[in-house]
């Protein structure tokens, strides 16, 4: 078996292209702006401004929130539940159309804690909108739903829907 001779090439990148050292220089690392045109000196500063705010990005963000929804068939009733901890009948709507169960509401948790030395309060507020479509033969005018410990269950009786088809044989 010949041998292959195996070489490693190093090379020295400059200093000012090293993305670890940039990371570490002063927030305004003057000596770099000498030198260079007023444009250039903003898009610096401008990436220098980037990369301090970029940490903080998640915190900035507005979280979305949608809940959970399952689907399943029982005796002979379509069954759709969804997890809304926290909410009240009162900040929920549901409408249901013959093609389509809509599930809106808006969820608003406060928490409040008092004690010697600090003040903490925590707001969540969140609007959402499921939307789920039926069955064809969907019974719209007989559907229930009922809120409990922060599960809402809708249930629409809907007959067992048979799609004719056939199994392909795969040739090899």
Known sequence: MPEVAVSRKTTETPVANRSS?????PMFPFGRFFGLSPF???????DVMD??????????EVQSWT???????CEGNLVVSAELPGLKKEDLKIQVTDEA????????????EDHEGYHRWERNYGHFYRSMPL?????TDQVKAELKDGVLKVSIPAPEVTKKGRQVPVAG
Do not use: Y
Request: hydrophobic letters at 35%.
């Open 21 to 25: 050292e940039i990371f570490f220089q």
């Open 40 to 46: 250039a000196m903003m898009r610096e500063f401008t």
């Open 51 to 60: 990369r301090v705010f970029r940490g903080n990005s998640s915190e900035m």
């Open 67 to 73: 809940p959970v929804m399952d689907v399943q068939r």
């Open 101 to 112: 169960l809509v599930i809106e509401g808006e969820r608003k948790q406060e928490h409040k």
């Open 135 to 139: 069955p064809q033969g969907a019974k």
